[in-house]
């Protein structure tokens, strides 16, 4: 249940939320396990403020589905190729439940060796990386992540998207506190975030990305329409975005960004590469004070005068929402209770979820990549 509505907002706890979400995902035709998997990965984003890989991914989630693009009951199936390297084959399903059915494994080689590699290919993933190293991180695990993402990167001094927005991120334990998580993509800005700001109206930083005519823009509509997101930092991060599609999409035997075809399901957006998830167990050898170390180098940069660091804003908002719930405007929580009755999503802009945060849900295909309109 909610545990309220006010005005334009409503209210609800993260299981309530949670619950919601799995009726979509069921709705949407997944196994009750993958609906679990992905509802509470969902959940937790929104949960968190990461609002560009919460509620809002919804509409692609069932789109996705729908249109068959992704198999909603794909069983996994995973082969040991060495004591620390697992290969995971994803079989048209989504990353995150195939990487939690072989989740123990990984743990079991963690502890066998100090060491494990997870290869995903054959897989969608849709949403944040730090959801799955959070786990391993809290018990005293140092966890790295790449993805490949959807073709919408250009590179520097190019016109044509290549590189996918290629997301990164690294967990580490933190003696006496919460372990220091980063997440982001390579991409001058997130694709998802993109999109919010298209179709929110606003502009965006200039030289986020470039117009169809290779021009710097700070229009997201002109960047999506033809154009392209920049990496960031120029080429420092171009490399940094080759090396993501190296290891997430050459190493696991997936695609890369730039051979994804979307062709015979629109509206599909979720990329099929590959994903790489490495673990490393910092005690082995006797480095127990690992964690108190990491410590010691926050509060250097602390009394340097930083004053915040990753991960810190997602841990205070997730405090509030457990006590005092998730607020969600009132009319993008009907659409997702209209959807998990059996509302429909095929329509042009997702059906009953269209409203949800203003135009940003209605995504159209430009060339290979999804364009907001």
Not at 185 to 208: C, E, F, Q
């Amino acid at each position: 249940m909610c545990n309220g509505r006010g005005g334009d907002s409503v209210t609800v706890s993260f299981e309530d939320l949670r619950a919601l979400l799995k009726r979509i995902f069921l709705k949407a035709g997944t196994a009750e396990s993958v609906a679990d998997v992905l509802a509470d990965n969902c959940a937790a984003c929104e949960r968190d403020g990461c609002h560009s890989h919460g509620i809002f991914r919804m509409p692609g989630y069932v789109t996705n589905l729908e249109t068959g693009w992704v198999d909603g009951r794909a069983v996994p199936n995973a082969q040991e190729v060495g004591p620390s390297f697992l290969r995971i084959d994803a079989r048209n399903g989504f990353a995150q439940p195939a990487f939690e059915a072989f989740r123990p494994q990984v743990g079991q080689m963690i502890e066998a060796t100090g060491v494990a590699v997870a290869a995903i290919n054959n897989s969608h993933h849709f949403s944040a990386l730090w959801p799955e190293l959070e786990p391993f991180a809290q018990l005293g695990f140092v966890g790295l992540s790449v993805v490949t993402g959807g073709c919408v990167v250009v590179p520097p001094g190019g016109r044509k998207r290549v590189l996918g927005t290629n997301p990164i991120a690294f967990a580490t334990p933190v003696g006496g506190s919460d372990p220091l998580i980063f997440d982001f993509a390579t991409s001058n800005m997130s694709h998802g975030d993109l999109t919010i700001a298209a179709g929110s109206g606003r502009k965006v930083p200039y030289g986020t990305g470039v117009d169809r005519d290779g021009r710097l823009s700070d229009d997201p509509v002109a960047i999506n329409d033809g154009g392209g997101i920049l990496p960031f930092g120029g080429h420092k991060g171009a490399a940094i975005s080759l090396m993501v599609e190296v290891l997430a999409s050459a190493l696991t035997g997936g695609k890369f960004a730039a051979e994804v075809d979307f062709a015979g399901y629109p509206g599909a957006n979720a990329p099929k590469t590959g994903q790489l998830l490495i673990f490393i167990d910092p005690a082995r050898g006797g480095n127990r004070g690992f964690s108190s170390r990491v410590s010691d180098l926050l509060e250097m940069l602390r009394e340097a005068g930083q004053e915040r660091f990753p991960s810190q804003q997602r841990y205070q908002r997730r405090v509030a929402a457990l006590k005092d719930g998730i607020p969600i405007r009132t009319a993008e929580f009907e659409n997702l209770e209209a959807l998990a009755n059996g509302g429909s999503s095929a329509d042009g802009c997702r059906g009953d979820l269209s409203s949800l945060r203003g135009k940003r849900f209605c995504l159209i295909h430009v060339g290979k990549g999804p364009t907001a309109v």
